[in-house]
Structure formats: structure tokens, C-alpha cells
């Protein structure tokens, strides 16, 4: 298994979430982390990216109430999620893009948010 997933699950619409994503130590030169999402019936679509250099990009929606960082001494990327909604209810997917392009996605978690 290259990536391990963890944190999802229910939640109350306002409440939090930490997903955690650890990659495998046979995964060298780790450029990219990052989290994509996918809802029941729509496309697979990028949550949030954190680079080497720390620097981060996050999907409009979910901007001012996500948190992406990462541990390299762990390989670890992890998204903290507040003030979640409804519209947040997707399977979440972890990704990690090395320097020679090569991806790794992760199994996805399940997180689903009550109204």
C-alpha cells in the first residue's frame, strides 16, 4: 500500500474534520501532496496542493476554511476542515506527485457532512 488515508467520516454541517494521508518510505522525492474530492454523480476535483516550498493552492470553494500542510520527515500531507457543509459530502482522495511525474493516489475517505 503507497498511501494510507485517515479521519474521515460524519459530521454536523459547521463542525471539523482532520483527514491525514501518510505516504509510504518507498516514495522518493515527493514534490506535490494534496487532496481532491469526488461527489456522487460529479467529476473528481482538486481540493487543495502544498508544494516542497510550502507553498499551497486551494479550490475557491473551500478557501478561509481548509487547511493543507504537510510533515516531510513523515511524508505525511494532512487538511484540516472547518465550518464544513453539506456540499463538502464527498469521497476524498489523497495525492502525491514526485519530481520524475509520477502520481500515487491514495484508496479515498469517506466524508459526509449532515445538514
Known amino acids: 500500500v503507497q498511501l494510507v488515508e485517515s479521519g474521515g467520516g460524519l459530521v454536523q454541517a459547521g463542525g471539523s474534520l482532520r483527514l491525514s494521508c501518510a505516504a509510504s518510505?518507498?516514495?522518493?522525492?515527493?514534490?506535490?501532496m494534496g487532496w481532491y474530492r469526488q461527489a456522487p454523480g460529479k467529476q473528481r476535483e482538486l481540493v487543495a496542493t502544498?508544494?516542497?516550498?510550502?507553498?499551497?493552492n486551494y479550490a475557491d470553494s473551500v478557501k478561509g476554511r481548509f487547511t493543507i500542510s504537510r510533515d516531510n520527515a513523515k511524508n505525511t500531507v494532512y487538511l484540516q476542515m472547518n465550518s464544513l457543509k453539506p456540499e463538502d459530502t464527498a469521497v476524498y482522495y489523497c495525492?502525491?506527485?514526485?519530481?520524475?511525474?509520477?502520481?500515487?493516489w491514495g484508496q479515498g475517505t469517506q466524508v459526509t457532512v449532515s445538514s
Open positions: 518510505r518507498n516514495i522518493f522525492s515527493i514534490k506535490t
Open positions: 502544498i508544494d516542497t516550498d510550502s507553498s499551497t
Open positions: 495525492k502525491v506527485l514526485t519530481i520524475v511525474r509520477i502520481d500515487y
